[in-house]
């Protein structure tokens, strides 16, 4: 799996039962400890955004009445805008031409081995 369990469980925390959030995340409900707005959320995790950021408004809008909606960066003007203005960059030339590199390193040659190394595709055990 390239996303932990605890990383998707945090992306979509607004729209998760508390049970499921309480038995994946932490055992306690502290609804201040997720992450409030998406500049928080992108720093807290590396990983990459799952599709529901790509596709799915209600993903920002929290069905718990003790945790607010998820903030979008001032650029935005909706949760629409964000998701419209990330699908156009997703879809770009720029991204296009440079997919393949993702998909080698997420996937492919780059994965394991001396070329992983060579682009710092590995993990530092600390």
Not at 52 to 78: A, G, N, Q, R, V
């Amino acid at each position: 799996d390239v996303l932990s369990d605890i990383t998707y469980y945090v992306y979509t925390a607004r729209k998760t039962p508390k049970s499921v959030l309480c038995s994946h995340v932490r055992s306690q409900w502290e609804p201040n400890e997720y992450p409030a707005t998406m500049e928080r959320m992108q720093s807290w995790t590396p990983d990459e955004c799952i599709p529901e950021f790509y596709t799915d408004t209600d993903i920002f809008k929290s069905i718990h009445p003790d945790m607010p909606d998820l903030d979008i960066p001032p650029w935005c003007s909706s949760y629409e805008d964000f998701i419209s203005t990330h699908c156009m960059l997703l879809e770009s030339k720029e991204v296009s031409q440079d997919l393949h590199h993702w998909i080698d390193l997420t996937f492919g040659y780059k994965l394991t081995g001396k070329e992983a190394v060579k682009d710092k595709n590995v993990c530092l055990h600390l």
